[in-house]
Nanobody, 120 residues
Framework: QVQLVESGGGLVQPGGSLRLSCAASGSIFSIRTMGWYRQGSGKERELVAAITGGTTTYADSVKGRFAISRDNAENTVYLQMNSLKPEDTAIYYC???????????????WGQGTQVTVSS
C-alpha cells in the first residue's frame, strides 16, 4: 500500500519560514513527478510547486520565496517556504505521480494534508 505522509506544517508569523516534507512509502517501482498543492478556505486547490527530474515548476505567487527539492533515494520531496505571507495560509497537500510495483502504469497519489497558518 503506497502512502504519502507530510510533515512540517504549523503556525508562523509573516516573514517567517517553514519547511514541509513528504515521504512516499510502500512498494514503489518509479516516481515521475512530486509536488505540492494547497487549498485555502473557500478556494480551489492550486499547484504550488512540482519537480520532475531536475525540472521545477512554481506558481507565480510563490516564485522567489519557495523552493522545492527532492531526495530520490528516500522518495521524499521538500518545500522550503520563506518570506511567508498571510495569503499563504492553506492546507498543503503532497502529490506524487508514481508507479506502484505490481501495477501497469503511473497513478496519482495524495497525502492527507498539513495545515500552514501565517498570522501575527
Amino acid at each position: 500500500q503506497v502512502q504519502l505522509v507530510e510533515s512540517g506544517g504549523g503556525l508562523v508569523q509573516p516573514g517567517g519560514s517553514l519547511r514541509l516534507s513528504c515521504a512516499a512509502s510502500g512498494s514503489i517501482f518509479s516516481i515521475r513527478t512530486m509536488g505540492w498543492y494547497r487549498q485555502g478556505s473557500g478556494k480551489e486547490r492550486e499547484l504550488v510547486a512540482a519537480i520532475t527530474g531536475g525540472t521545477t515548476t512554481y506558481a507565480d505567487s510563490v516564485k522567489g520565496r519557495f523552493a522545492i527539492s527532492r531526495d530520490n533515494a528516500e522518495n521524499t520531496v521538500y518545500l522550503q517556504m520563506n518570506s511567508l505571507k498571510p495569503e499563504d495560509t492553506a492546507i498543503y497537500y503532497c502529490n506524487a505521480d508514481l508507479w506502484p510495483r505490481g501495477r501497469r502504469n503511473y497513478a496519482d497519489y495524495w497525502g492527507q494534508g498539513t495545515q500552514v497558518t501565517v498570522s501575527s
